[in-house]
């Protein structure tokens, strides 16, 4: 008796079940609510695919409904593809959304430039995606700037095998890239502001070649791409003589273009200048988000073989200026946050900074804005001069002293972040601050972070130009002089220390 009573309790409570209305859709009446009216993809090159775009759409209403479709204004012959509910295509039929409930649209794009370009440098892409239903269509738009580059990338031999290239004259291991060249693609070795450059692999200028970037030319970097310059080859970067305007800037950078990528570290590799390379000027450049900004290595035996003028690096994974036996002049030099140090002078060699700005404000653990690292093989000479050198750490620079080779090295009028709160340098000679008058010359130690604080507009984003109530006000040496900043703006007879001459600083967009 009691198995039967069980049997028609569970009938009953699946004839109940069966009668339920709750899974039971109603066409929609468009009544979907949606995350945005209209989704930027950003910027895209030709025929390079975009990131992966979202759009949630909500049913607010108290039913289940089935929207009778889902598609592309352009339907196939749209360049957008959307993928609903995990299935990918371009127009979808009968969709189920429940009620109170919502679901994910993702959107990506690859365009083809010359298919809609007509001759210009850029232009819009647009469709839409249409939600139909018993009263109408809801729309929600879609926008894409596509820009044409050139493209420099490893080509493939008959075989399919990709070209690379030798790690160095001594050091046969290939990697991933190609040389430079004069062939029918046009000259390689003249990178102009007609188009951006998109590098894929790393980019080689041969022995005895020259590469010139002419002013406001845009080079973008693929994922563990860069530059490099092979012994007895140089690398020129705008001129000398420009004004340091925005229409003379060269920007370096990753080839993610989406705002959420514009501070992000360690996009691309990096400018390698091999040892024996020849003189390199370098001039009105910008250099964003690489593993290292610069890896110079050795010299060609002249001074100053390497030249930096208004030059800025940002974001560097590892080091923003990495130096190895190498000789540098720098002026109007800003080198902003990066991992380890924002400018790492090591091997020995010859380093010459005016009127520059090092400030590593990374959330890294030990990191310093600049690091002097010494060789058992050879010596080390460094000048600053005019120079603000500072952080968010303790230390805005270090000594790694491990050799007797000779240590040289002179800080002549300049702010010094240095809080040695532990004392754990009190005894060390190389930072006798206050009674080191030959190495340290009219300089200024903040020895906590408020005491001769530079004011940087915000420095964890790499504004580094200083405000009207900067310490850095009046203290330069004229000796040491640049006559202009890093921004044109003209030093006056009694300077500012830094790459920038004080100003308010503007309004924030």
Known sequence: ???????????????????????????????????????????????????????????????????????LGQKENSKYRLMVDGVPGKVFNNVELLA?????????????????????????????????????????????????AIFL????????????????????TKIYGFNLSHDEHGDEFIWTKTKPYVVYGMATVPTGETLTVEPGARVHFHADSGLMVRPGAS???????????????????GDRLEPEFSETPGQWSTIWLRPGSKAHNLNNLT??????????????????????????????????LLARFSNIYGENVVIGNAG?????????GKYEFRHCTIANYSNSYNQVGLLIADSPDAATTTEFDNCIIYGSGSYGFLFDRKSTQPLNYTFNNCIIKFSDFSNQFKTNPLYQFDTDTEHYNSCYI????????????????????????????????????????????????????????????????
């Open 235 to 253: 690398l020129k970067i705008g001129n000398e003589t420009d004004a340091p305007t925005e229409a003379n800037q060269v920007i370096f950078e």
């Open 1 to 71: 008796m009691r198995h039967y009573l069980l049997f028609l309790f569970i009938g009953l409570t699946l004839c109940l079940t069966s009668c339920r209305e709750d899974f039971q859709f109603e066409p929609s009446n468009g009544g979907l609510v949606f995350s945005r009216d209209t989704v930027y993809l950003d910027t895209v090159f030709t025929n390079i695919g975009s990131s992966t775009y979202t759009l949630k759409v909500y049913n607010r209403s108290n039913k289940d409904i089935k929207i009778p479709a889902i598609q």
């Open 287 to 320: 250099i964003k988000n690489a593993v290292v900004g610069i890896l110079s290595e050795g010299n060609d035996g002249t001074n100053k073989t390497l030249k930096l003028r208004n030059v800025q690096v940002y974001n560097s994974a590892n080091v923003g």
């Open 153 to 172: 990338f490893p080509r493939r031999d008959e075989e399919g095998n990709y070209e690379s290239v030798p790690l160095s004259e001594t050091d046969n």
């Open 446 to 509: 903040a020895k906590n972070s408020t005491q001769f604080a530079p004011q940087f507009q915000d420095p964890k984003k790499n504004k580094l130009n200083i405000g009207p109530k900067s310490e850095a006000i009046g203290k330069a040496n004229l000796s040491y002089l640049v006559p202009f900043d890093i921004l044109g703006n003209s030093r006056t007879t009694k300077p500012d220390l830094g790459a920038y001459v004080n100003q308010e600083f503007p309004e924030e967009d």
């Open 340 to 348: 380890q140090a924002s400018l790492a002078c090591t091997l020995g």
């Open 100 to 148: 109170k409930d919502s679901m994910f649209v993702f959107i990506e794009t690859t365009i083809d430039y010359n298919e809609y370009a007509n001759s210009k440098t850029d232009f819009l892409y647009t469709d839409n995606i249409e939600f139909t239903s018993t009263s109408g269509v809801q729309k929600v738009e879609l926008v894409t700037l596509v820009q044409d």
